[in-house]
């Protein structure tokens, strides 16, 4: 081997990275210790960037094309290196070549419950899982916070270096938003991307990655939570107590009562309806056309032990909690008497709140 050969293959004179992999975001072009020479032909790929590092300082960064290293194009460097005359004697640098194509399907989720702030449930306790899409946008940021000096960072490592930042980013983004826990267990698909505009901001500027795509998969709450949750979105199908009163009476007019006789309460909202189907015309009681005299209503002399009911037989009757039936009466729906500690309800203010 002569001098020339010898001395040439002390230099590098192609620096190139053909990614045959799918899972590789960054890698150290492996220098097997040669220096490099002016005029080295550096050749970036489409998806890919190029950054020199030198003496853990970061210099210049080289985007797609065929770049021929000369002072011209690398003047980060030539000041790192202090060359009083330009770019003339061969150096050595650390090179690596980061991917910026858009890395798409990577799981995040909740190792262990997050705690959030909810305006109806209080502080409540949630889990969640889903995907999400990224790129790289600051090669130096990403591997200054994220990367760091491995040879080979792959997705893998990836996802074990940034779930729990993930995750911390996450929790950040749905206290900023103060995103309802009823919105966060019911609407997947629109809070993914009312979260990004928030998500993406942090995560650009720690770690050089923009998320392209937040999905949220599934988000979970403690039994209690989605019990209110059931009842609230019950509540809302329904719609307010008094309807669901009548609802109830007209399906138990339907089936009958559930005894023989069927309780006071039953009786005497019954012919509460009665009287509001009547004054709406859904019955013809034109006496001429034969139709029976109705009988007398409870509380008259022929019923009077039907006049005065408590809050628990009108609860059973109707199917609700008997505290749906206080809350009635203390917001005033529903007018009762308080006898001692309990409540006492009349058949005319049973009637009037049927008939609002």
Known sequence: MGLMDYLKGQFLEIIQWTDDSRDTLSWRFPDEDKEIKRGA?????ESQVAQFV???EFGDTFGPGTHTLTTDNIPILSTLKGWKYGFESPFKADIYYVTTRLFT???WGTSNPIMMRD?????VRVRAFG???FRITDPKLFLKEVAGSDHHFRLDEFADTMRSRIISVFSDALATAKVPVLDLATRY???GDALLPIINPITQGKYGIEITSFILENASVPPEVEAAIDKRSSMSAIGNLN???KFQMAEGMAKGGGGPAGSAAEIAMGFGMANQMMAQGAFNMNPAAGAATPPPLPGSAAAPSYDILTPAQVAQSLGVTEADVIASIDGGQLKAKKIGSQYRITKTA???FLAQ
């Open 54 to 56: 030198y003496l853990g």
């Open 119 to 123: 305006q109806d449930f209080g502080i």
């Open 350 to 352: 049973l009637d009037e």
């Open 105 to 107: 399907g990577n799981k």
């Open 41 to 45: 032909q550096l050749i970036v790929r």
């Open 243 to 245: 309807d669901y009163v």
């Open 131 to 133: 995907t999400f899409d």
């Open 189 to 191: 698909s629109e809070l």
